[in-house]
Protein backbone atom coordinates (compact mmCIF):
# COMPACT_ATOMS: atom_id res chain seq x y z
CA UNK A 1 0.00 0.00 0.00
CA UNK A 2 1.27 3.23 -0.90
CA UNK A 3 0.97 6.72 1.10
CA UNK A 4 -2.07 7.69 -0.87
CA UNK A 5 -4.23 4.99 -1.90
CA UNK A 6 -7.44 5.87 -4.45
CA UNK A 7 -9.05 3.64 -2.07
CA UNK A 8 -9.58 5.02 0.70
CA UNK A 9 -11.32 2.58 3.71
CA UNK A 10 -14.08 4.32 4.26
CA UNK A 11 -15.54 3.82 8.04
CA UNK A 12 -19.24 4.41 9.26
CA UNK A 13 -19.43 5.06 12.98
CA UNK A 14 -22.17 2.97 14.14
CA UNK A 15 -25.20 4.08 16.57
CA UNK A 16 -25.14 4.42 19.85
CA UNK A 17 -25.70 1.14 21.76
CA UNK A 18 -25.15 -1.08 25.05
CA UNK A 19 -21.97 -3.08 23.04
CA UNK A 20 -20.38 0.12 22.41
CA UNK A 21 -20.80 1.51 25.47
CA UNK A 22 -19.19 -1.71 26.85
CA UNK A 23 -16.22 -0.85 24.46
CA UNK A 24 -15.78 2.23 25.91
CA UNK A 25 -15.35 1.17 28.98
CA UNK A 26 -12.98 -1.33 28.08
CA UNK A 27 -10.80 1.16 26.37
CA UNK A 28 -10.80 4.15 29.39
CA UNK A 29 -10.24 1.38 31.95
CA UNK A 30 -7.19 -0.42 29.36
CA UNK A 31 -6.12 2.99 29.25
CA UNK A 32 -5.81 3.68 33.41
CA UNK A 33 -3.69 0.13 33.38
CA UNK A 34 -1.65 1.02 30.46
CA UNK A 35 -0.71 4.29 32.03
CA UNK A 36 -0.30 2.91 35.80
CA UNK A 37 2.62 0.15 33.91
CA UNK A 38 4.15 2.90 32.47
CA UNK A 39 4.68 4.80 35.23
CA UNK A 40 6.51 3.11 37.35
CA UNK A 41 8.11 5.98 39.49
CA UNK A 42 4.54 5.70 40.65
CA UNK A 43 3.97 2.41 41.97
CA UNK A 44 7.32 2.62 43.69
CA UNK A 45 6.54 5.83 45.22
CA UNK A 46 3.03 4.60 46.12
CA UNK A 47 4.85 1.52 48.23
CA UNK A 48 6.89 3.90 50.64
CA UNK A 49 4.67 5.25 52.68
CA UNK A 50 2.66 1.46 53.70
CA UNK A 51 6.72 0.31 53.78
CA UNK A 52 7.44 2.50 56.44
CA UNK A 53 3.99 2.08 58.41
CA UNK A 54 4.38 -1.52 58.35
CA UNK A 55 8.45 -2.14 58.55
CA UNK A 56 9.21 1.45 60.53
CA UNK A 57 5.64 2.31 62.84
CA UNK A 58 4.92 -1.71 62.99
CA UNK A 59 8.79 -2.68 64.32
CA UNK A 60 8.99 0.29 66.41
CA UNK A 61 6.01 0.33 68.11
CA UNK A 62 5.36 -3.62 68.88
CA UNK A 63 7.89 -3.06 71.71
CA UNK A 64 5.14 -1.64 73.74
CA UNK A 65 2.47 -4.02 73.06
CA UNK A 66 3.68 -7.54 73.32
CA UNK A 67 1.61 -9.46 74.49
CA UNK A 68 1.85 -12.41 77.08
CA UNK A 69 1.03 -15.57 74.63
CA UNK A 70 1.49 -13.70 71.71
CA UNK A 71 5.23 -13.47 70.92
CA UNK A 72 5.13 -17.62 70.68
CA UNK A 73 2.83 -17.20 67.20
CA UNK A 74 4.90 -13.92 66.27
CA UNK A 75 1.66 -12.11 65.95
CA UNK A 76 2.44 -8.42 67.13
CA UNK A 77 1.55 -4.90 66.66
CA UNK A 78 3.01 -5.53 62.41
CA UNK A 79 0.60 -8.17 61.92
CA UNK A 80 -2.46 -5.50 63.20
CA UNK A 81 -1.42 -3.22 61.22
CA UNK A 82 -1.25 -5.67 57.76
CA UNK A 83 -4.48 -4.82 56.93
CA UNK A 84 -4.70 -1.51 57.83
CA UNK A 85 -1.65 -1.04 55.68
CA UNK A 86 -3.37 -2.93 52.42
CA UNK A 87 -6.48 -0.54 53.07
CA UNK A 88 -3.98 2.53 53.14
CA UNK A 89 -1.85 1.46 50.32
CA UNK A 90 -5.35 0.73 48.09
CA UNK A 91 -6.74 4.13 49.27
CA UNK A 92 -3.92 6.15 48.12
CA UNK A 93 -3.67 4.49 44.85
CA UNK A 94 -7.49 4.43 43.74
CA UNK A 95 -7.61 8.35 44.77
CA UNK A 96 -4.54 8.99 42.35
CA UNK A 97 -6.28 7.18 39.58
CA UNK A 98 -9.56 9.41 40.15
CA UNK A 99 -7.20 12.62 40.49
CA UNK A 100 -6.23 11.75 36.61
CA UNK A 101 -9.20 13.12 35.58
CA UNK A 102 -8.81 16.21 36.97
CA UNK A 103 -4.71 15.85 34.75
CA UNK A 104 -6.98 14.71 31.82
CA UNK A 105 -8.83 17.92 32.01
CA UNK A 106 -5.59 19.84 32.43
CA UNK A 107 -4.20 18.28 29.77
CA UNK A 108 -6.50 18.89 27.12
CA UNK A 109 -7.17 15.00 26.80
CA UNK A 110 -10.72 14.87 28.78
CA UNK A 111 -12.28 16.82 25.75
CA UNK A 112 -11.27 13.85 23.83
CA UNK A 113 -13.22 11.50 25.53
CA UNK A 114 -16.17 13.86 26.62
CA UNK A 115 -16.60 14.92 22.55
CA UNK A 116 -17.20 11.74 21.44
CA UNK A 117 -20.30 9.92 20.71
CA UNK A 118 -20.84 7.61 23.66
CA UNK A 119 -22.12 8.13 26.92
CA UNK A 120 -20.49 10.40 29.93
CA UNK A 121 -21.47 6.69 32.24
CA UNK A 122 -19.15 4.92 30.04
CA UNK A 123 -16.23 6.95 30.25
CA UNK A 124 -17.02 7.75 34.08
CA UNK A 125 -17.39 3.39 34.70
CA UNK A 126 -13.98 2.92 32.70
CA UNK A 127 -12.39 5.06 34.98
CA UNK A 128 -13.42 4.20 37.83
CA UNK A 129 -12.88 0.69 37.26
CA UNK A 130 -9.64 1.13 36.26
CA UNK A 131 -8.64 2.91 39.25
CA UNK A 132 -10.25 0.46 41.49
CA UNK A 133 -7.99 -2.27 39.08
CA UNK A 134 -4.82 0.09 39.49
CA UNK A 135 -5.61 0.07 42.89
CA UNK A 136 -5.84 -3.54 43.80
CA UNK A 137 -2.64 -4.00 41.87
CA UNK A 138 -0.98 -1.98 44.40
CA UNK A 139 -2.42 -3.72 47.21
CA UNK A 140 -1.17 -6.95 45.75
CA UNK A 141 2.15 -6.05 46.18
CA UNK A 142 1.60 -5.25 49.72
CA UNK A 143 -0.22 -8.74 50.32
CA UNK A 144 2.98 -10.00 48.56
CA UNK A 145 4.78 -8.73 51.86
CA UNK A 146 2.53 -10.32 54.08
CA UNK A 147 5.25 -13.01 55.36
CA UNK A 148 6.56 -9.74 57.12
CA UNK A 149 3.91 -9.04 59.30
CA UNK A 150 3.63 -12.94 59.83
CA UNK A 151 0.84 -13.42 57.81
CA UNK A 152 0.84 -16.60 56.03
CA UNK A 153 0.32 -17.06 52.50
CA UNK A 154 -2.82 -19.16 52.58
CA UNK A 155 -4.35 -18.95 48.64
CA UNK A 156 -7.78 -18.37 49.99
CA UNK A 157 -6.69 -15.31 52.40
CA UNK A 158 -4.58 -13.80 49.46
CA UNK A 159 -8.21 -13.91 47.51
CA UNK A 160 -10.52 -12.87 49.97
CA UNK A 161 -8.34 -10.06 50.59
CA UNK A 162 -7.50 -9.00 46.71
CA UNK A 163 -11.59 -8.64 46.63
CA UNK A 164 -11.89 -7.26 49.17
CA UNK A 165 -9.29 -4.50 48.65
CA UNK A 166 -11.43 -4.34 45.08
CA UNK A 167 -14.56 -3.57 46.32
CA UNK A 168 -13.05 -0.76 48.71
CA UNK A 169 -10.77 0.90 45.65
CA UNK A 170 -14.06 0.88 43.69
CA UNK A 171 -16.09 2.71 46.21
CA UNK A 172 -12.69 4.89 46.68
CA UNK A 173 -12.10 5.93 42.76
CA UNK A 174 -16.12 6.86 42.74
CA UNK A 175 -15.24 8.84 46.04
CA UNK A 176 -12.48 10.46 43.77
CA UNK A 177 -14.22 10.80 40.74
CA UNK A 178 -16.91 12.43 42.59
CA UNK A 179 -14.74 15.26 43.71
CA UNK A 180 -12.80 15.56 40.24
CA UNK A 181 -15.59 16.36 38.33
CA UNK A 182 -15.71 19.77 39.66
CA UNK A 183 -11.90 20.52 40.05
CA UNK A 184 -9.59 22.46 37.36
CA UNK A 185 -6.35 22.01 39.16
CA UNK A 186 -4.22 19.34 39.92
CA UNK A 187 -3.22 21.30 43.38
CA UNK A 188 -6.55 22.33 44.23
CA UNK A 189 -7.65 18.49 44.49
CA UNK A 190 -5.00 16.87 46.13
CA UNK A 191 -5.43 19.64 48.55
CA UNK A 192 -9.02 18.27 49.22
CA UNK A 193 -7.77 14.75 49.32
CA UNK A 194 -5.23 15.81 51.80
CA UNK A 195 -7.93 17.17 53.86
CA UNK A 196 -10.56 13.71 53.00
CA UNK A 197 -7.86 11.04 53.53
CA UNK A 198 -6.09 12.34 56.44
CA UNK A 199 -8.74 11.62 59.07
CA UNK A 200 -10.22 8.92 57.25
CA UNK A 201 -7.43 7.09 57.46
CA UNK A 202 -6.83 7.52 61.69
CA UNK A 203 -10.39 6.86 62.11
CA UNK A 204 -10.67 4.04 60.45
CA UNK A 205 -9.45 1.32 62.39
CA UNK A 206 -6.45 0.94 59.98
CA UNK A 207 -3.86 1.69 63.01
CA UNK A 208 -5.80 1.15 66.06
CA UNK A 209 -8.54 -1.08 67.31
CA UNK A 210 -11.46 0.56 67.56
CA UNK A 211 -12.55 -0.87 71.34
CA UNK A 212 -12.60 1.12 74.59
CA UNK A 213 -12.48 4.16 72.53
CA UNK A 214 -13.88 7.52 74.38
CA UNK A 215 -17.30 8.13 72.74
CA UNK A 216 -16.85 10.85 70.70
CA UNK A 217 -13.93 8.95 68.77
CA UNK A 218 -15.77 5.61 68.63
CA UNK A 219 -19.07 7.46 67.42
CA UNK A 220 -16.64 9.44 64.48
CA UNK A 221 -15.39 5.52 63.99
CA UNK A 222 -18.35 4.39 63.43
CA UNK A 223 -19.44 6.79 60.57
CA UNK A 224 -16.08 6.57 58.26
CA UNK A 225 -16.77 4.38 55.13
CA UNK A 226 -13.27 3.30 55.63
CA UNK A 227 -13.63 1.55 58.53
CA UNK A 228 -16.26 -1.04 56.77
CA UNK A 229 -13.30 -1.67 54.14
CA UNK A 230 -10.50 -2.37 56.80
CA UNK A 231 -12.65 -4.12 59.08
CA UNK A 232 -13.46 -6.87 56.67
CA UNK A 233 -9.48 -7.28 55.69
CA UNK A 234 -8.25 -7.56 59.55
CA UNK A 235 -11.26 -10.02 59.91
CA UNK A 236 -9.87 -12.17 57.09
CA UNK A 237 -6.26 -11.80 58.26
CA UNK A 238 -7.11 -13.33 61.97
CA UNK A 239 -9.23 -15.98 60.69
CA UNK A 240 -6.33 -17.44 59.38
CA UNK A 241 -4.20 -17.18 62.51
CA UNK A 242 -4.38 -19.60 65.46
CA UNK A 243 -3.14 -16.99 68.27
CA UNK A 244 -5.46 -17.17 71.85
CA UNK A 245 -8.33 -15.84 72.26
CA UNK A 246 -7.15 -13.01 74.62
CA UNK A 247 -4.88 -12.08 71.76
CA UNK A 248 -7.81 -11.90 68.90
CA UNK A 249 -9.96 -9.76 70.89
CA UNK A 250 -7.10 -7.13 71.70
CA UNK A 251 -6.36 -6.88 68.26
CA UNK A 252 -9.27 -7.98 66.40
CA UNK A 253 -12.31 -6.86 68.06
CA UNK A 254 -14.09 -5.72 64.65
CA UNK A 255 -16.62 -2.89 64.50
CA UNK A 256 -19.84 -2.68 66.73
CA UNK A 257 -23.09 -0.76 66.91
CA UNK A 258 -23.74 0.02 70.18
CA UNK A 259 -22.48 -3.02 71.59
CA UNK A 260 -23.99 -5.46 68.34
CA UNK A 261 -21.28 -6.50 66.19
CA UNK A 262 -21.20 -5.57 62.56
CA UNK A 263 -20.91 -8.98 60.15
CA UNK A 264 -18.67 -8.84 57.54
CA UNK A 265 -21.08 -9.52 55.00
CA UNK A 266 -23.11 -5.99 56.27
CA UNK A 267 -19.77 -4.14 55.88
CA UNK A 268 -19.35 -5.18 52.61
CA UNK A 269 -22.58 -4.50 51.43
CA UNK A 270 -22.15 -0.93 53.23
CA UNK A 271 -18.69 -0.72 50.94
CA UNK A 272 -20.69 -1.61 47.39
CA UNK A 273 -23.65 0.44 48.63
CA UNK A 274 -21.64 3.18 48.79
CA UNK A 275 -19.27 2.70 45.58
CA UNK A 276 -22.36 2.68 43.28
CA UNK A 277 -23.83 5.50 45.02
CA UNK A 278 -20.74 7.40 44.43
CA UNK A 279 -20.45 6.41 40.97
CA UNK A 280 -24.06 7.50 40.57
CA UNK A 281 -23.51 11.09 41.68
CA UNK A 282 -20.17 11.00 39.34
CA UNK A 283 -22.00 10.40 36.34
CA UNK A 284 -24.69 12.59 37.09
CA UNK A 285 -22.18 15.39 37.78
CA UNK A 286 -20.34 14.63 34.51
CA UNK A 287 -24.08 14.23 32.51
CA UNK A 288 -24.62 17.52 33.88
CA UNK A 289 -21.64 19.56 33.02
CA UNK A 290 -22.84 19.65 29.09
CA UNK B 1 -32.50 10.88 11.10
CA UNK B 2 -30.59 7.56 9.68
CA UNK B 3 -26.61 7.69 9.80
CA UNK B 4 -26.57 6.33 6.44
CA UNK B 5 -28.91 9.11 4.99
CA UNK B 6 -28.49 10.96 1.57
CA UNK B 7 -25.94 13.43 2.24
CA UNK B 8 -26.93 16.86 2.96
CA UNK B 9 -27.10 19.91 0.89
CA UNK B 10 -24.74 21.85 2.88
CA UNK B 11 -21.99 20.54 4.99
CA UNK B 12 -22.50 23.52 7.97
CA UNK B 13 -24.92 25.60 8.07
CA UNK B 14 -25.99 28.56 10.59
CA UNK B 15 -28.36 30.46 11.16
CA UNK B 16 -28.16 33.49 13.66
CA UNK B 17 -26.16 31.69 16.10
CA UNK B 18 -25.58 33.56 19.77
CA UNK B 19 -23.07 32.84 22.47
CA UNK B 20 -23.01 34.96 25.78
CA UNK B 21 -21.05 34.09 28.50
CA UNK B 22 -22.79 36.22 31.42
CA UNK B 23 -22.41 39.87 30.31
CA UNK B 24 -20.24 39.12 27.40
CA UNK B 25 -21.83 39.04 23.62
CA UNK B 26 -18.87 36.59 22.14
CA UNK B 27 -20.97 35.50 18.84
CA UNK B 28 -23.31 38.08 18.00
CA UNK B 29 -25.93 36.34 15.57
CA UNK B 30 -23.71 35.14 12.47
CA UNK B 31 -24.85 33.34 9.42
CA UNK B 32 -23.39 31.20 6.91
CA UNK B 33 -23.06 27.80 4.81
CA UNK B 34 -20.49 25.65 4.43
CA UNK B 35 -20.34 23.52 0.75
CA UNK B 36 -19.61 19.71 1.02
CA UNK B 37 -16.19 19.29 -0.22
CA UNK B 38 -14.83 23.19 0.24
CA UNK B 39 -11.73 23.81 2.79
CA UNK B 40 -13.72 26.92 4.50
CA UNK B 41 -11.95 29.28 6.63
CA UNK B 42 -12.89 31.14 9.63
CA UNK B 43 -10.58 34.12 9.54
CA UNK B 44 -10.47 36.82 12.31
CA UNK B 45 -7.74 38.17 15.36
CA UNK B 46 -7.88 35.96 18.62
CA UNK B 47 -10.70 36.93 20.41
CA UNK B 48 -13.22 37.71 17.50
CA UNK B 49 -15.53 34.15 18.35
CA UNK B 50 -13.62 32.36 16.03
CA UNK B 51 -13.07 29.40 19.05
CA UNK B 52 -16.55 30.33 20.91
CA UNK B 53 -18.35 29.37 17.00
CA UNK B 54 -16.13 25.93 16.51
CA UNK B 55 -17.32 24.40 19.77
CA UNK B 56 -20.76 25.56 19.33
CA UNK B 57 -20.33 23.23 16.01
CA UNK B 58 -18.81 21.02 17.80
CA UNK B 59 -21.70 20.30 20.11
CA UNK B 60 -19.00 21.02 23.46
CA UNK B 61 -21.22 24.58 23.92
CA UNK B 62 -24.83 24.98 23.77
CA UNK B 63 -25.48 28.23 21.94
CA UNK B 64 -27.51 30.78 23.83
CA UNK B 65 -29.99 31.19 21.03
CA UNK B 66 -30.03 30.54 16.72
CA UNK B 67 -29.27 27.24 15.24
CA UNK B 68 -26.79 25.06 13.14
CA UNK B 69 -26.61 21.84 11.54
CA UNK B 70 -23.22 19.58 10.95
CA UNK B 71 -23.47 17.23 8.03
CA UNK B 72 -27.09 17.95 8.28
CA UNK B 73 -27.89 17.41 11.87
CA UNK B 74 -29.22 19.72 14.42
CA UNK B 75 -26.14 20.65 17.27
CA UNK B 76 -28.23 20.84 19.95
CA UNK B 77 -31.20 18.33 19.34
CA UNK B 78 -28.78 15.54 17.81
CA UNK B 79 -25.44 16.29 19.38
CA UNK B 80 -24.39 12.08 19.13
CA UNK B 81 -25.44 12.14 15.30
CA UNK B 82 -23.32 15.11 14.84
CA UNK B 83 -20.37 14.02 16.88
CA UNK B 84 -20.44 10.48 14.74
CA UNK B 85 -19.91 12.85 11.47
CA UNK B 86 -17.13 15.24 12.56
CA UNK B 87 -13.88 15.33 13.54
CA UNK B 88 -12.19 17.41 15.43
CA UNK B 89 -8.46 18.92 15.97
CA UNK B 90 -8.05 21.11 18.46
CA UNK B 91 -5.85 24.08 19.33
CA UNK B 92 -4.51 22.95 22.32
CA UNK B 93 -2.92 19.36 22.06
CA UNK B 94 -5.50 16.46 23.73
CA UNK B 95 -3.40 13.27 22.93
CA UNK B 96 -1.99 11.01 26.04
CA UNK B 97 2.07 11.17 26.19
CA UNK B 98 1.94 7.98 28.30
CA UNK B 99 0.17 6.42 24.83
CA UNK B 100 2.20 5.50 21.75
CA UNK B 101 0.63 6.82 18.76
CA UNK B 102 -1.11 3.73 17.36
CA UNK B 103 -2.75 3.44 21.55
CA UNK B 104 -4.17 6.98 21.07
CA UNK B 105 -5.60 6.31 17.82
CA UNK B 106 -6.87 2.51 19.29
CA UNK B 107 -8.45 4.58 22.29
CA UNK B 108 -10.10 6.85 19.65
CA UNK B 109 -11.26 4.13 17.44
CA UNK B 110 -12.83 2.37 20.37
CA UNK B 111 -14.53 5.50 21.52
CA UNK B 112 -16.15 6.13 18.17
CA UNK B 113 -17.06 2.28 17.53
CA UNK B 114 -14.81 2.01 14.28
CA UNK B 115 -15.83 -1.07 13.23
CA UNK B 116 -12.63 -3.45 14.51
CA UNK B 117 -12.42 -5.57 10.93
CA UNK B 118 -11.10 -1.74 9.29
CA UNK B 119 -9.23 -0.52 11.97
CA UNK B 120 -5.98 -1.80 10.94
CA UNK B 121 -6.09 -0.99 7.95
CA UNK B 122 -7.39 2.67 8.03
CA UNK B 123 -5.10 3.39 11.22
CA UNK B 124 -1.96 2.58 8.66
CA UNK B 125 -3.64 4.44 5.78
CA UNK B 126 -4.17 7.94 8.35
CA UNK B 127 -0.69 7.29 9.79
CA UNK B 128 1.25 6.75 6.12
CA UNK B 129 -0.68 9.96 5.09
CA UNK B 130 0.56 11.92 8.00
CA UNK B 131 4.30 10.42 7.70
CA UNK B 132 3.90 8.80 11.27
CA UNK B 133 3.52 5.30 10.46
CA UNK B 134 7.04 4.38 11.42
CA UNK B 135 6.83 5.97 14.55
CA UNK B 136 3.42 4.65 15.56
CA UNK B 137 5.07 2.23 18.59
CA UNK B 138 6.87 5.45 20.19
CA UNK B 139 4.78 7.08 22.87
CA UNK B 140 3.93 10.59 22.38
CA UNK B 141 5.31 12.14 24.65
CA UNK B 142 8.61 12.05 22.51
CA UNK B 143 7.05 13.28 19.46
CA UNK B 144 7.94 17.04 18.40
CA UNK B 145 5.04 19.64 18.44
CA UNK B 146 4.50 18.99 14.86
CA UNK B 147 4.15 15.63 14.74
CA UNK B 148 1.79 16.33 17.77
CA UNK B 149 -0.10 17.96 15.42
CA UNK B 150 -0.20 15.63 12.70
CA UNK B 151 -0.76 12.53 14.81
CA UNK B 152 -3.78 14.91 16.07
CA UNK B 153 -5.19 15.46 12.47
CA UNK B 154 -5.06 11.30 11.67
CA UNK B 155 -6.92 10.90 14.84
CA UNK B 156 -9.68 13.38 13.57
CA UNK B 157 -10.00 11.17 10.29
CA UNK B 158 -9.70 7.87 11.97
CA UNK B 159 -13.34 7.74 11.81
CA UNK B 160 -13.97 9.03 8.33
CA UNK B 161 -15.70 12.22 9.51
CA UNK B 162 -18.05 14.66 6.81
CA UNK B 163 -16.53 17.18 8.36
CA UNK B 164 -13.67 18.03 9.72
CA UNK B 165 -12.77 21.01 12.27
CA UNK B 166 -9.03 22.14 12.83
CA UNK B 167 -9.26 24.82 15.21
CA UNK B 168 -6.02 26.80 14.61
CA UNK B 169 -4.04 23.98 13.01
CA UNK B 170 -0.89 25.47 12.62
CA UNK B 171 -0.53 28.00 15.49
CA UNK B 172 3.12 27.53 17.08
CA UNK B 173 4.79 25.49 14.20
CA UNK B 174 7.56 26.39 12.66
CA UNK B 175 7.30 27.46 9.29
CA UNK B 176 8.49 24.09 7.42
CA UNK B 177 5.84 22.28 9.66
CA UNK B 178 3.37 24.68 8.57
CA UNK B 179 3.63 24.60 4.94
CA UNK B 180 3.71 20.07 5.22
CA UNK B 181 0.53 20.51 7.31
CA UNK B 182 -1.08 22.43 4.63
CA UNK B 183 0.39 19.52 2.45
CA UNK B 184 -1.98 16.96 4.40
CA UNK B 185 -4.90 19.40 4.61
CA UNK B 186 -4.92 19.65 0.52
CA UNK B 187 -4.67 15.98 0.03
CA UNK B 188 -7.44 15.26 2.11
CA UNK B 189 -9.66 17.09 0.21
CA UNK B 190 -8.92 14.88 -3.20
CA UNK B 191 -8.48 11.59 -1.08
CA UNK B 192 -11.40 11.78 1.69
CA UNK B 193 -14.54 13.49 0.20
CA UNK B 194 -14.47 15.42 3.00
CA UNK B 195 -15.21 19.26 4.33
CA UNK B 196 -12.82 21.18 5.80
CA UNK B 197 -13.70 24.12 8.07
CA UNK B 198 -10.66 25.84 9.63
CA UNK B 199 -9.96 29.02 12.07
CA UNK B 200 -6.96 30.67 11.47
CA UNK B 201 -5.35 34.09 12.00
CA UNK B 202 -2.41 33.68 9.70
CA UNK B 203 -3.17 35.54 6.69
CA UNK B 204 -1.10 33.65 4.46
CA UNK B 205 -3.00 30.20 5.68
CA UNK B 206 -6.23 31.79 4.56
CA UNK B 207 -5.24 31.93 0.66
CA UNK B 208 -5.28 28.07 0.74
CA UNK B 209 -9.20 28.06 1.57
CA UNK B 210 -12.28 27.94 -0.95
CA UNK B 211 -13.87 30.76 1.09
CA UNK B 212 -13.34 32.32 3.93
CA UNK B 213 -15.06 34.61 6.34
CA UNK B 214 -13.88 37.58 8.27
CA UNK B 215 -15.25 37.34 12.22
CA UNK B 216 -14.30 40.43 14.02
CA UNK B 217 -15.78 41.13 17.08
CA UNK B 218 -18.13 37.98 17.38
CA UNK B 219 -20.02 39.40 13.67
CA UNK B 220 -19.14 38.25 9.96
CA UNK B 221 -17.71 41.32 8.47
CA UNK B 222 -17.23 39.83 4.92
CA UNK B 223 -17.41 36.11 3.43
CA UNK B 224 -16.08 35.36 0.16
CA UNK B 225 -13.81 33.56 -1.95
CA UNK B 226 -9.91 35.28 -1.39
CA UNK B 227 -9.82 36.45 -4.88
CA UNK B 228 -13.32 38.24 -4.66
CA UNK B 229 -12.00 39.41 -1.35
CA UNK B 230 -8.90 40.85 -2.50
CA UNK B 231 -10.73 42.30 -5.70
CA UNK B 232 -13.39 43.87 -3.42
CA UNK B 233 -10.79 46.01 -1.44
CA UNK B 234 -10.12 47.55 -5.01
CA UNK B 235 -6.44 49.17 -4.23
CA UNK B 236 -2.96 47.82 -4.70
CA UNK B 237 0.06 48.46 -2.79
CA UNK B 238 2.36 51.01 -3.78
CA UNK B 239 6.09 51.16 -2.05
CA UNK B 240 8.44 53.51 -2.93
CA UNK B 241 12.10 54.68 -1.62
CA UNK B 242 13.18 57.75 -2.03
CA UNK B 243 15.78 59.33 -0.12
CA UNK B 244 13.34 61.84 1.49
CA UNK B 245 10.44 60.07 3.41
CA UNK B 246 9.25 62.96 5.03
CA UNK B 247 8.78 65.12 1.72
CA UNK B 248 7.58 62.40 -0.20
CA UNK B 249 4.37 61.93 2.11
CA UNK B 250 3.95 65.71 2.34
CA UNK B 251 4.24 65.72 -1.63
CA UNK B 252 1.69 62.59 -2.43
CA UNK B 253 -0.91 64.52 -0.02
CA UNK B 254 -0.26 67.63 -1.85
CA UNK B 255 -0.52 66.55 -5.37
CA UNK B 256 -2.52 63.16 -5.48
CA UNK B 257 -4.32 63.69 -2.32
CA UNK B 258 -2.86 60.48 -0.93
CA UNK B 259 -2.31 59.18 2.24
CA UNK B 260 0.63 57.49 3.15
CA UNK B 261 2.66 56.08 5.85
CA UNK B 262 6.02 54.02 5.98
CA UNK B 263 5.91 50.77 6.21
CA UNK B 264 8.19 48.37 6.21
CA UNK B 265 11.22 50.84 5.59
CA UNK B 266 9.00 52.08 2.60
CA UNK B 267 6.66 55.05 1.77
CA UNK B 268 3.24 53.15 1.09
CA UNK B 269 0.04 54.22 0.00
CA UNK B 270 -2.69 52.63 -1.54
CA UNK B 271 -4.52 53.25 -4.93
CA UNK B 272 -7.16 51.85 -7.39
CA UNK B 273 -4.95 50.73 -10.28
CA UNK B 274 -0.93 50.76 -9.15
CA UNK B 275 0.47 50.30 -12.67
CA UNK B 276 -1.19 52.90 -14.51
CA UNK B 277 -0.46 54.91 -11.51
CA UNK B 278 2.87 54.79 -11.49
CA UNK B 279 3.85 56.85 -14.83
CA UNK B 280 1.86 59.93 -13.24
CA UNK B 281 3.58 59.06 -10.09
CA UNK B 282 7.01 59.24 -11.57
CA UNK B 283 6.24 62.63 -13.57
CA UNK B 284 4.67 64.69 -11.06
CA UNK B 285 6.07 63.88 -7.53
CA UNK B 286 9.22 65.77 -8.32
CA UNK B 287 11.10 64.18 -5.85
CA UNK B 288 13.72 61.40 -7.21
CA UNK B 289 12.50 58.04 -6.66
CA UNK B 290 14.96 55.50 -6.39
CA UNK B 291 12.59 52.25 -6.26
CA UNK B 292 8.83 51.50 -6.46
CA UNK B 293 6.63 48.32 -5.97
CA UNK B 294 3.04 47.76 -6.91
CA UNK B 295 1.43 44.57 -5.45
CA UNK B 296 -1.81 43.34 -5.10
CA UNK B 297 -3.94 43.80 -2.30
CA UNK B 298 -3.23 41.05 0.29
CA UNK B 299 -5.70 39.32 2.77
CA UNK B 300 -4.22 41.18 4.92
CA UNK B 301 -5.71 44.57 3.12
CA UNK B 302 -8.56 43.14 3.04
CA UNK B 303 -8.51 42.33 6.76
CA UNK B 304 -7.50 45.94 7.10
CA UNK B 305 -10.52 47.43 5.19
CA UNK B 306 -13.02 45.38 6.78
CA UNK B 307 -12.16 46.12 10.45
CA UNK B 308 -10.16 48.91 10.58
CA UNK B 309 -7.51 47.04 11.97
CA UNK B 310 -4.46 44.76 10.92
CA UNK B 311 -4.96 41.81 11.90
CA UNK B 312 -2.41 42.06 14.49
CA UNK B 313 -3.63 45.09 15.87
CA UNK B 314 -7.11 43.76 16.61
CA UNK B 315 -5.41 40.99 18.77
CA UNK B 316 -4.58 41.76 22.76
CA UNK B 317 -6.36 41.51 25.86
CA UNK B 318 -9.99 41.39 24.74
CA UNK B 319 -8.48 38.01 22.75
CA UNK B 320 -6.53 36.85 26.43
CA UNK B 321 -9.88 37.32 28.08
CA UNK B 322 -11.62 35.08 25.14
CA UNK B 323 -9.63 32.38 25.48
CA UNK B 324 -9.90 32.43 29.15
CA UNK B 325 -13.58 32.22 28.85
CA UNK B 326 -13.54 29.69 26.32
CA UNK B 327 -11.50 27.94 28.60
CA UNK B 328 -13.66 27.91 31.68
CA UNK B 329 -16.54 27.30 28.96
CA UNK B 330 -14.91 23.85 27.31
CA UNK B 331 -14.48 22.43 30.77
CA UNK B 332 -17.97 20.61 29.92
Redesign the interface.
Known sequence: ??????D??????????VR?DM??V??VLE?EL??FW??RMRMISGLMQPILWLLVMGNGLSNLTRLPGASSTGVDLKTFIFPGVCAMSVMFTAMFSAGSIVWD?E???L????????SRSAIVVGKCFGGALVATAQGAVIVALAGLASVPYNPVLIVTLLAEMFLGAFALTGFGIMMAARM?SMQSFFGLMQMAMMPMMFLSGALYPLNGLPTWLSVLTRFNPLTYAVDPLRQAVFAHLSVPAAVAARFNPGVTWNGWRVPVGLEIGIVVALGVGLLGVAIIEFRR?? | ME??GAPPGSAVEVDGLVKRFGELEAVKGIGFTVRPGEIFGFLGPNGAGKSTTISML???L?PTAGAARVAGYDVVTQR??V???IG?V?Q????????TGE?NL???A??????RS?FP??L??VL??V?LWDRRGD?VETYSGGMKRRLEIARGL???PRVLFLDEPTVGLDPQTRSSIWEYIR?LRD??EITIFMTTHYMDEAEYCDRIAIIDSGKIVALDTPEALKASVGKDRVQINTDDDEATIAALKERFDLEAAVHEGAVTFAVPSGGEFVPRLFAELGIPIKSVSVSRPSLDDVFMSYTGNTIRDAEGSAGDFMRMMIRAG???
Do not use: W
Open positions: MTAITPVVRVAVPERSHRAKIRIRRDRFGFREMLVAPVKGE | AGCTLKDDRRNLFDPTLDGYLQRFHDLYGVPLERRQEMNRLHSQTEGRR
